[in-house]
């Protein structure tokens, strides 16, 4: 009943920039936290940027300065912003969010995760 949908992915070169976005769709009734986790090959999967509904955001230190996550609350979506991307960036990129829906009269919050979009840095 709820889809997280990512999108804009792709290969870069190192230096370069791309914008990812989630976008939420489905039975919603509030969007709590976002965030937006990586995993790269043989590496467990970490947590890149999150941001609450508020706009409080927080970041992993190896893209503090280089990523930006943002929220258009009114549109159900997140996005992240990379520039200055390093080939040690390279993953799989997935969004995650903290959704409250309501169903029957009660209402239910679970986390949701997206299918998830490559992003490659690579000359």
């Known amino acids: 009943q709820v889809r997280l949908v990512e999108s804009g992915g792709g290969l870069v070169q190192p230096g370069g920039s791309l914008r990812l976005s989630c976008a939420a769709s489905?039975?919603?009734?509030?969007?709590?936290?976002m965030g937006w986790y990586r995993q790269a090959p043989g590496k467990q999967r970490e947590l890149v940027a999150a941001?609450?509904?508020?706009?409080?955001?927080n970041y992993a230190d190896s893209v503090k300065g280089r990523f930006t996550i943002s929220r258009d609350n009114a549109n159900n979506t997140a996005y992240l912003q990379m520039s200055s991307l390093k080939p040690e960036d390279t993953a799989a990129y997935y969004c995650?969010?903290?959704?409250?829906?309501?169903?029957?009269?009660?209402?239910?919050?679970?986390?949701?995760w997206g299918q998830g979009t490559q992003v490659t840095v690579s000359s």
């Open positions: 489905g039975s919603i009734f509030r969007i709590n936290a």
């Open positions: 995650n969010a903290d959704i409250t829906r309501r169903s029957g009269g009660y209402r239910y919050t679970d986390a949701y």
């Open positions: 941001i609450t509904s508020g706009g409080g955001t």
